[in-house]
């Protein structure tokens, strides 16, 4: 299962961890790193245990799940860009009046009415979650469908795919076997589904030369600049601004 997969079937108490247990190790679903069950990790002269060591990863990696959540698109997140920096001033502890001074707004009736419409948001999203997951029982023709990459630029109709839909684009596009392109597809949908496939070639734990970048994308394609270029639009890798490394991006 992909992170992405991870990530959105992760209940509630896994996503405020940050984490989700397996049967031999813990893995991040915030970038997909796994920590194996049973070893002892040291950090700073300090032995940890896995899911120990997996919080400080987040704390070290990630800064806090809060942040890394905050920090996502706002199709995401559901968040305007007032919205976002409410909480983040929330969560940082600020009382109304530090957040009515340092947003310049008149008085922190204002501030407690932000407060107010962020509650509401969440009753109403604790409603709509408990509608779905009841509507799951019940709705037995809705199809499955592929979940947006945490770290996705554009988000729109082209995730308006079903898992039957990929695995047929998928066999359109790849040499059965192999993750090695017939032809890059010229529609959206098709090129997310293809892009996503790649990402398989690339290690969260690496960082790469656009050198070593090109030579992967060699191995999938002929056009790899094209390729380069929309797996870093797309969300897929990051980069350094002259291009000297690649990531998969978190």
């Excluded at 896994?14 to 989700?20: E, I, M, R, S, W």
């Excluded at 948001?121 to 990459?149: F, G, N, W, Y």
């Excluded at 929309?230 to 002259?242: E, I, T």
Aim: hydrophobic share 35%; net charge negative; with cysteine.
């Amino acid at each position: 299962m992909s992170i992405s997969d991870l990530f959105w079937e992760a209940s509630l108490e896994d996503l405020k961890k940050g984490y989700v247990e397996e049967d031999h190790h813990f893995v991040c679903l915030l970038c997909g790193n796994t920590i194996e069950k049973g070893i002892i990790y040291p950090e700073n002269d300090v032995l940890y245990e896995a899911e120990k060591y997996m919080t400080l990863h987040i704390g070290s990696e990630h800064g806090s799940v809060f942040e890394y959540l905050i920090g996502l698109n706002k199709k995401l997140t559901g968040l305007t860009d007032h919205q976002n920096r409410l909480l983040r001033l929330f969560y940082e502890g600020k009382s109304d009046e530090e957040i009515k001074q340092e947003m310049e707004v008149g008085s922190t009736s204002t501030i407690r009415n932000h407060r107010f419409v962020l509650k509401e948001k969440e009753r109403q999203a604790k409603m709509l979650l408990t509608m779905m997951e009841l509507l799951k029982e019940k709705d037995q023709h809705a199809p499955p469908m592929i979940a947006p990459h945490q770290t996705a630029t554009m988000i729109d109709d082209r995730y308006n795919v079903t898992k039957e839909e990929k695995e047929k684009m998928v066999k359109k596009f790849f040499i059965e076997g192999t993750i090695a392109l017939k032809a890059f597809p010229s529609k959206e949908k098709q090129k997310l589904v293809v892009l996503r496939e790649i990402l398989s070639l690339f290690s969260a734990e690496k960082t790469y030369t656009e050198k070593e970048v090109n030579e992967i994308l060699k191995t999938v394609y002929h056009d790899y600049v094209t390729l380069r270029r929309y797996m870093v639009a797309y969300g897929f890798l990051d980069r350094k601004n002259d291009g000297s490394s690649y990531w998969l991006k978190k």
